[in-house]
């Protein structure tokens, strides 16, 4: 049996699912969400809106349903300690499209989100993700401004204290606070977003600096 694991990225899919993902973002969050996409709001937690293929052939809606909420819930007992970090709030087929299903989870924080899909997912000051592990300067790694105008290295803009978002994944990340500067291969999208999709994994994870002034 095929298993839809949030790990999945939409493939070619150019699709309307009709959400409603308010975010209080200095982003515009669309009512129609058309591909994958994270958000995160002030208090840190994330929506992670995944859009795959839904292969009638070896599930139906329902069965998808219990297979995505049996994976979190092996998920929850094996983090008893952590509570309740992860829950899905949907699984809906895509109206008139019926290859493709949209799952919505529910995260806690970004370290949860990285917990459950194994992928690198970091809020808070650069000098936190430095001790975390995690260096957002690291190989001379070089960002631009938001505006494109203004391209630095990560090592002479990252104070320290600085807030930063870093993701490992092909999405659209929606942030609640004006973005400043990002990975120079990622892209801001028009409804200003970043778009992580054309970013390469050797290019992981993309650095999203955040004005929390």
């Given at each position: 049996m095929a298993k839809l694991h949030?790990?999945?990225?939409?493939?070619?899919?150019?699709?309307?699912i009709a959400l409603s993902a308010g975010c209080g973002s200095t982003a515009s969050v669309p009512d129609i969400i058309e591909q994958n996409s994270l958000i995160?709001?002030?208090?840190?937690?994330?929506?992670?809106h995944i859009v795959d293929v839904f292969d009638k052939d070896y599930y139906?809606?329902?069965?998808?349903?219990?297979?995505?909420?049996?994976?979190?819930?092996?998920?929850l007992q094996a983090h008893a300690d952590q509570g309740q970090t992860v829950s899905i709030s949907r699984v809906e087929k895509v109206?008139?499209?019926?290859?493709?299903?949209?799952?919505?989870?529910?995260?806690?924080?970004?370290?949860?989100?990285?917990?459950?899909?194994?992928?690198?997912?970091f809020y808070g000051t650069a000098e936190q993700a430095q001790a975390a592990g995690i260096d957002p300067a690291?190989?001379?790694?070089?960002?631009?401004?938001?505006d494109g105008n203004e391209r630095?290295?990560?090592?002479e803009l990252l104070t320290g204290q600085q807030y930063?978002?870093?993701?490992?994944?092909?999405?659209?990340?929606?942030?609640?606070?004006?973005?400043?500067?990002?990975?120079?291969?990622?892209?801001?999208?028009?409804?200003?977003?970043?778009d992580t999709t054309g970013?390469?994994?050797?290019?992981?994870?993309?650095?999203?600096?955040?004005?929390?002034t």
């Open positions: 949030i790990s999945k990225m939409m493939i070619g899919l150019f699709l309307g995160m709001d002030k208090e840190g937690h994330l929506t992670a139906d809606l329902e069965g998808l349903k219990k297979m995505a909420q049996e994976e979190v819930d092996a998920y109206e008139g499209h019926d290859e493709a299903v949209v799952v919505t989870y529910e995260f806690a924080d970004a370290a949860s989100f990285a917990a459950f899909t194994d992928k690198t997912c690291a190989s001379g790694r070089m960002l631009r401004s938001a630095i290295a990560a090592g930063v978002l870093l993701v490992s994944d092909h999405t659209k990340v929606y942030c609640p606070y004006r973005v400043l500067y990002i990975s120079e291969q990622a892209q801001i999208a028009e409804d200003g977003s970043v970013v390469a994994p050797e290019e992981y994870p993309v650095v999203i600096v955040l004005d929390q």
